[in-house]
């Protein structure tokens, strides 16, 4: 089992210069925005990045260029927003990417922001990043001083700048349009729906915004066109993904694949396998909003196809972030830590996820602490069926304003999916110990 | 339309709701339509004159051909939209969403101030399940806080509808609430050290859609259903919002806004939504008084008539009527002002009659311009505003104003004498400076403000500054007119002061916007007699008691030594007149030396007409019985009259309405009937706005039919257009009538010497709680009564040489005193602004009204 390293590949064979401009320029940055430059063909870039058939790796996972296309044609100023807030528990991709290759990033802002006519991009930091912050602003600053970004980059007659933005500790902030209200000093909560950002956005301007993962990307598929990198991958989901695993695995870390290769041989091929030769109980395949899939071999050979484990299981691949849990582990526990995180993180503006997600989180407490009910499981199910209805039964939609809320309720279905009967035996022992 | 003609282009889009189809217009929301056509969507966060946010999810539909349950609030129809609101689907996700509002509620519906017209109780039993699943600890947090004196918060019952929160913002502008913390910790703050003093705080308690917001003054009063209402207009300013207002064992509890399209909105401000107090102070006169030999004691009603008018018959057989004067009858209903009018011009002969107290505008240009209706602020060309701060003068309007300008993009041209709060927004500025003319340059700003806007101009003109000679504001107004299709708004403030101008309480008027030369044949005919010749005004009045001149003095609910803005003339003229007849509820600085003192009703206590700055002629009701023997004030105008030998044979309010109708030109049409059935009132003269009017299809009602309350939501009384258009005839007046007055555009130019270097010029605007009455006698309102300082550029302070918060002293031709000084960079240099206020340290002990304007020579104590 190897990986497949395209966005990774400069930060691992320069581990001790990836992230400088010297480095960096050793190693092809801003290559491929010369040459795109050089042609001058803006749908050109759209074209490619439509045959590549990439697809956000952000979390929701749709295509690119269709994104891109949504734009009015006739409204300026329009602005490209990069999501760098990255708060999905588990997900420590796009820290990697920050900290050390800060060029492909900027390179990959530039091209983009010239394929969709911006010029100016944000980036919203997550706030914790500190060294990623200050290696992506520093990038910025050099990559300025050698005419990469700032008023007629290399002679094209194209401007376009960046601006760093850090965030404050709030996880919906990676929402995207939570993220706007916050880059325009708003509180930080998820907006109505239509209209789009791509209609209005930042500052009621057309607006894309993009994961750190995917414009960095984007050099790639300019380099390599975009039916070669559609070559890599599977079905929809075409060229490669970085996988944070986590957990109970021998060799946690990020692993770059080619999507397809199965959750075995990423897990026990790449990742080292379980701690002790135990079995895997569960995992979460796609970060913490996604439902769970177990060590069952229906799921380890399943592929990292993004819409085959969505069809299939109704699971997602998410933030592409992979938690494995052994056998000795509590799956009620790991709920309520679950659900603790998102009650937490409410923003609180939609009644179902503000008040839903406290309460489920209550209830999971008590059932990881001894103090169940047998009634709790399914007035758990009942009650994420009200922030979430037919969570339980896909296709599930949302009572609430952004998939926040939904994601609390991941946790229950998959408890009841795959652990209900332990759990209600759980609960009526706990209930007898009290009776 | 005929059928041969072809098919007018579909303006509209069509809906099934629930089964029910409908056209709607395009762009409408789902909730908003459905609604209209019978379908009520279960709601909270929703409120129709805001923004949607589509936040507490109760209104979540079903619609066909769309993915999931998108919220009625935030989703606009699209034509050939079929939405489903009570599938089982739907239905459980009410449920949900009211079990979620529950988990944390705290449930204690018996002490609180919602309960009855809660819609939370009321969905809950509508919408919502049985019983709690939800057996986890509650949400605590202490309660309730305080958001500001007026507004109490308990942020355990609060379902973060954030209503509250977008008023502040949206309306009002006054963004001192928000909320802090996030998930179910949420909660509604206000910032630190930074009450929620905003003018209009009280709306939202009014729309919170729980207890969680709850006004000081109500608390714990009254329960919902033991209260009994009455339709009615707030006349505390000149606005005349429209209100419902409620008692219980006969004292008024509460005045909650009624939503009129042409009128507030739906809104009222606090110093209306709570100037209810004064009503049943302790302090007022309830019974009939007179004096002798210094000493007060109370007497029967005919007893104290018979002395007024023995005074008045009197004084008019030694000295001729000229001798008798009345001031005031600005606070009371059309009613009163007419039959006072009566009783004054026709009985008495008198024409020394003036309801405004030197503080307005001359009857001449406020009784003939041309007049712009408030709505018409929302598709003017551009709003010119001639006044000072309409946010403490006329605060509704301010929010209408507001509304215009920022919602609706209409420019704002801004002559006020200093920086206000909607300067920020205005397109154009050119200060005002008191006693000179407007810039030179002021018609080509105009039109720049304009330009591409189709529309009229609307100027909204008042008194914006007191120290300063009317005649200015009347020479800038003439200015004014040269522009194209332009209309004016008058801005005056005092209560009933359009409707007692209206009704001939003005020197050179008789009732009818008609003057007293043109009126003299019909209203000789109608009344018996009219005055010979123009009388005095306000001033003149004044001016001629303190000379001696004036015998009797009747003060109609006037205190001129409060209210005229020169205090020193005002108290001269009060001492030297022999005799004062107040018709007052309470005592005051002028009314101190009366001879004989008869308590009137005040608002509340009086059912009639009255009409508001725009012409609108709407009710006002009666909800209490008067306290004591009070007395209408048109009935003791009769009486008196009675006394005087003239019986005026009007037994009873509609009667005096009628006969308004009948002999006053502006008010022709204007009958008791046409009052009570047109929903909206009407605006005078009612044959130019005949389609404006909107009959009453229901009565007001505050709870629902279901029993459900709907205070919190819009309060609407239906209505529909009449469905023949009225007879133009029937609101014409008599061929032999006269004419209504029109303003000759006359420009008096003011005289004003130039200003110095070292003074300031003078501007004494108005400040919303003031020390009339009203607010001295609602203990809530007096503590937030802020002490009248000097406001001065920074510039001049620096050359005064004192810090701002300092002490200075001023001299004007009046006189000294010693003030505090306040920075404020809004103030253009060379002006200083001040409150006005008559008490110690106030404004109107520096004002002479004999001089055009007020320079102020300004001293460091240091
Ligand atoms: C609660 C929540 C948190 C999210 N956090 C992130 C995040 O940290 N980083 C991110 O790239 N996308 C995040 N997203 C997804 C974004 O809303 C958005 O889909 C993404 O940034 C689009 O970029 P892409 O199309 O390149 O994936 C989050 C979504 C939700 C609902
Ligand atoms: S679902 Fe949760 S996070 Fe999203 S808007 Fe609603 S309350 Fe905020
Ligand atoms: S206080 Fe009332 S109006 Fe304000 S957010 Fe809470 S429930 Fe809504
Ligand atoms: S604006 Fe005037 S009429 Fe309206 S509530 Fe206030 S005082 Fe009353
Ligand atoms: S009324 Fe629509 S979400 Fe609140």
Redesign the interface.
């Known amino acids: 089992m190897t990986e497949t390293r395209i966005v990774t590949k400069r930060l691992r064979d320069r581990p001790d210069d990836s992230w400088t401009i010297d480095g960096a320029l050793a190693s092809g940055a801003y290559e491929q925005l010369r040459a795109v430059l050089a042609k001058g063909d803006t749908a050109d870039v759209q074209e490619q990045v439509k045959l590549s058939g990439l697809r956000g790796r952000g979390g929701a996972g749709f295509p690119t260029a269709q994104k891109w296309s949504f734009l009015p044609p006739d409204s300026f100023p329009r602005y490209l927003v990069v999501n760098a807030d990255e708060g999905e528990p588990s997900t420590f991709k796009d820290r990697m990417l920050l900290e050390r290759d800060p060029h492909q990033l900027v390179e990959g802002i530039a091209i983009s922001s010239y394929s969709v006519k911006c010029n100016v991009a944000y980036v919203y930091v997550r706030g914790e990043f500190a060294l990623g912050y200050e290696r992506l602003a520093r990038a910025i600053d050099d990559a300025r001083a050698k005419g990469f970004l700032g008023r007629d980059i290399l002679g094209s007659g194209f401007d376009c700048d960046i601006v760093v933005h850090r965030g404050a500790g709030?996880y919906?902030c990676g929402e995207e349009t939570a993220l706007l209200e916050s880059l325009e000093g708003s509180?930080g909560m998820p907006r109505?729906r239509p209209p789009f950002p791509a209609i209005e956005g930042l500052y009621a301007k057309p607006t894309v915004v993009n994961n750190v993962e995917t414009l960095s990307t984007v050099p790639h598929i300019v380099r390599m066109g975009g039916e070669e990198y559609a070559k890599l991958g599977v079905n929809r989901s075409t060229g490669t993904r970085i996988f944070s695993v986590s957990g109970h695995v021998n060799q946690p870390g990020n692993y770059e694949v080619e999507l397809g290769m199965t959750f075995r041989d990423l897990l026990y091929g790449l990742a080292g396998g379980v701690r002790e030769n135990r079995k895997i109980k569960f995992f979460i395949p796609g970060g913490a909003s996604s439902q769970w899939l177990t060590g069952s071999d229906e799921h380890l050979d399943a592929p990292l196809d993004m819409d085959f484990v969505q069809q299939t299981f109704g699971v997602m691949l998410g933030s592409g972030a992979i938690m494995v849990y052994d056998e000795t582990v509590d799956p009620v526990l790991i709920a309520w830590r679950l659900a603790k995180f998102f009650?937490?993180?409410?923003?609180?503006?939609?009644?179902?996820c503000?008040?839903?997600?406290?309460?489920i989180e209550?209830?999971l407490y008590?059932m990881s602490h001894g103090l169940g009910r047998p009634a709790d499981l399914d007035?758990l199910v009942d009650?994420g069926?009200?922030?979430s209805?037919g969570v339980v039964n896909a296709p599930f939609?949302?009572?609430?304003?952004c998939p926040l809320g939904p994601s609390a309720v991941s946790c229950i279905a998959s408890l009841n999916k795959f652990f209900r009967d332990e759990v209600l035996e759980r609960l009526r022992n706990d209930a007898g110990a009290h009776a | 339309m005929t059928t041969a003609e072809p098919q007018a282009q579909k303006t509209t889009v069509t809906v099934t709701v629930d089964g029910v189809t409908f056209e709607a217009q395009p762009g409408e929301l789902v909730i908003k339509a459905a609604q209209e056509h019978g379908v009520y969507i279960p709601r909270f966060c929703w409120h129709e004159r805001m923004e949607?946010?589509?936040?507490?999810?109760?209104c979540?539909v079903e619609i066909e051909g769309g993915?999931?349950?998108p919220?009625a609030c935030?989703t606009p129809v699209a034509d050939g939209m079929v939405v489903h609101t009570q599938t089982d689907?739907v239905k459980?996700?009410q449920?949900?969403?009211l079990?979620?509002?529950l988990?944390?509620h705290p449930l204690d519906c018996p002490v609180c101030d919602r309960g009855g017209e809660c819609p939370l109780q009321d969905q809950t039993l509508a919408f919502g399940p049985g019983e709690s699943?939800?057996v986890?600890?509650k949400?605590h947090f202490p309660k309730p806080i305080p958001l500001s004196e007026l507004v109490l918060l308990d942020r355990e019952r609060c379902?973060?509808c954030a209503r509250c929160i977008r008023f502040a913002d949206e309306i009002a502008g006054d963004v001192l609430i928000?909320?802090v913390?996030?998930?179910?910790?949420?909660q509604v703050l206000n910032f630190e050290e930074q009450p929620f003093d905003s003018y209009f705080s009280g709306n939202t308690v009014q729309i919170c859609p729980v207890g969680a917001l709850t006004a000081s003054q109500y608390r714990f009063r009254a329960r919902p259903w033991d209260l009994s209402t009455v339709e009615t207009s707030c006349t505390t300013c000149s606005m005349h919002c429209r209100g419902a207002v409620q008692s219980s064992s006969n004292r008024l509890v509460r005045l909650l806004a009624v939503d009129s399209e042409p009128v507030n909105h739906g809104w009222l401000c606090d110093k209306g939504r709570y100037g209810l107090e004064w009503v049943h102070s302790e302090h007022r006169l309830i019974e009939p008084q007179v004096r002798d030999g210094g000493v007060w004691s109370e007497v029967s009603w005919p007893d104290a008539l018979d002395r007024a008018a023995d005074a008045i018959e009197t004084a008019k057989e030694l000295h001729g009527a000229d001798a008798i004067a009345v001031l005031g009858g600005a606070r009371g209903t059309n009613e009163d002002a007419y039959v006072w009018s009566v009783l004054a011009k026709g009985v008495i002969g008198t024409d020394n009659v003036d309801a405004q107290l030197g503080d307005g505008l001359p009857a001449e240009f406020v009784l003939g311009m041309e007049r712009a209706e408030i709505a018409d602020l929302d598709r003017a060309r551009a709003i010119v505003v001639l006044d000072h701060d309409l946010r403490d003068e006329v605060p509704v309007l301010f929010l209408r104003l507001r509304r215009a300008v920022l919602e609706l993009g209409v420019p704002l041209v801004d002559l006020a004498p200093a920086a206000h709060g909607l300067s920020a927004h205005a397109a154009v500025i050119a200060r005002t400076v008191p006693g000179e003319p407007l810039a030179a340059n002021v018609h080509d700003e105009i039109s720049r403000a304009c330009e591409g806007r189709q529309g009229r101009v609307v100027v909204v003109v008042g008194r914006g500054n007191l120290a300063a000679a009317a005649d200015s504001i009347v020479g800038a107004a003439a200015e004014l007119a040269r522009v194209h299709d332009v209309r004016f708004l008058s801005a005056l403030r005092r209560g009933n002061v359009h409707g007692a101008l209206d009704a001939g309480l003005a020197p050179g008027f008789l009732p009818g916007r008609t003057t007293l030369d043109a009126g003299r044949a019909w209203f000789t005919d109608q009344w018996g007699g009219v005055p010979a010749e123009r009388g005095l005004d306000a001033e003149g009045i004044l001016r001629a008691a303190a000379d001696g001149k004036i015998r009797v003095l009747v003060l109609v609910g006037a205190d001129p030594v409060s209210d005229f803005p020169d205090a020193t003339l005002a108290r001269r003229a009060i001492d030297a007149v022999d005799t004062i007849i107040a018709v007052d509820g309470f005592e005051s600085e002028s009314t101190k030396r009366a001879e004989v003192f008869l308590p009137c009703t005040l608002w509340g206590e009086k059912a009639g007409t009255v009409t508001n700055l725009e012409g609108r002629v709407q009710r006002v009701g009666r909800k209490v019985a008067p306290e004591g023997t009070a007395m209408d004030d048109w009935r003791i105008a009769a009486e008196l009259a009675l006394r005087l030998g003239r019986d005026l044979d009007l037994a009873t309010v509609d009667e005096v309405t009628d006969e308004i109708a009948r002999v006053a030109p502006a008010f022709a049409g204007v009958t008791s009937e046409l009052v009570k059935s047109a929903r909206d009132g009407a605006v005078l003269p009612v044959a130019g706005h005949l389609d404006e009017i909107v009959l009453r299809t229901g009565e007001l009602s505050i709870m629902a039919d279901d029993g459900s309350g709907t205070s919190w939501d819009p309060i609407k009384v239906h209505g529909e257009a009449p469905e023949e258009p009225a007879d133009e005839s029937e609101v014409t007046a008599h061929v032999d009538a006269p004419a209504l007055h029109v303003w000759d555009r006359r420009a008096p130019q003011p005289e004003a010497p130039a200003r110095d270097a070292y003074a300031l010029r003078l501007v004494v605007g108005r400040a919303l709680y003031d020390d009339g009455r009203l607010v001295s006698e609602t203990p809530l309102l007096q503590r937030l009564v802020r002490d009248p300082d000097l406001r001065v550029h920074p510039s001049d302070l620096a050359r005064i040489g004192v810090d701002s918060g300092g002490q200075v002293k001023v001299t004007s031709t009046r006189g000294s005193q010693v003030v505090a000084v306040r920075a404020d960079a809004g103030v253009p240099a060379g002006i200083a602004c001040m409150d006005f206020s008559a008490d110690a340290l106030g404004a109107a002990l520096l004002v002479d009204a004999g001089q055009p304007v007020v320079d102020l020579r300004v001293e460091s104590l240091r």
């Open positions: 709030a919906i509180q109505i009650a937490h993180e409410s923003c609180g503006k939609c009644t179902p503000r008040e839903g997600t406290g309460w209550k209830v008590r007035l009650v069926g009200n922030i209805p939609v949302q009572t609430t304003i | 949607p946010v589509g936040m507490c999810r109760m979540l993915r999931g349950y919220p935030t689907a459980q996700i449920d949900g969403v079990e979620f509002l988990i944390n699943r939800f986890e600890e949400r379902i973060q928000d909320f913390d996030r998930g179910d910790r949420m």
